[in-house]
């Protein structure tokens, strides 16, 4: 069983900060690559950023130059720094990582969401 439990959300003013932490634990050999997807009311699911193993980065967008993803591969956690937010950025956000298990085989597996809301 893997588990991601998300943290860091909240209701913050625009131009303000927050920063999501999500935490990976079970039995993984080691995880490919980690991101942060969001998904607002009326809308689908949306790849926010992702960072693979060797540290490379991948920025939706609408966040490039606002959001900054960093990974701790010896702790399994990922966070996502987001500064000068706005209200486009509500919605509630999931982390996700694309695990491999022992033996090769691999599988995506998703945190259970974090609000984030922003104010005018």
């Known amino acids: 069983q893997v588990q991601l439990v998300e943290s860091g959300g909240g209701l913050v003013q625009a131009g303000g900060s927050l920063r999501l932490s999500c935490a990976a634990s079970g039995n993984i050999l080691d995880i490919l690559t980690m991101g942060w997807y969001r998904q607002a009311p009326g809308n689908q699911r949306e790849l926010v950023a992702e960072?693979?193993?060797?540290?490379?980065?991948l920025y939706r967008d609408s966040v490039k130059g606002r959001f900054t993803i960093s990974r701790d591969n010896a702790k399994n956690t990922v966070n996502l720094q987001m500064n000068s937010l706005e209200p486009e950025d509500t919605a509630v956000y999931y982390c996700?990582?694309?695990?491999?298990?022992?033996?090769?085989?691999?599988?995506?597996?998703w945190g259970q969401g974090t609000q984030v809301t922003v104010s005018l």
């Open positions: 960072i693979n193993i060797g540290g490379s980065t």
């Open positions: 996700k990582a694309l695990v491999i298990f022992t033996g090769g085989a691999t599988a995506n597996h």
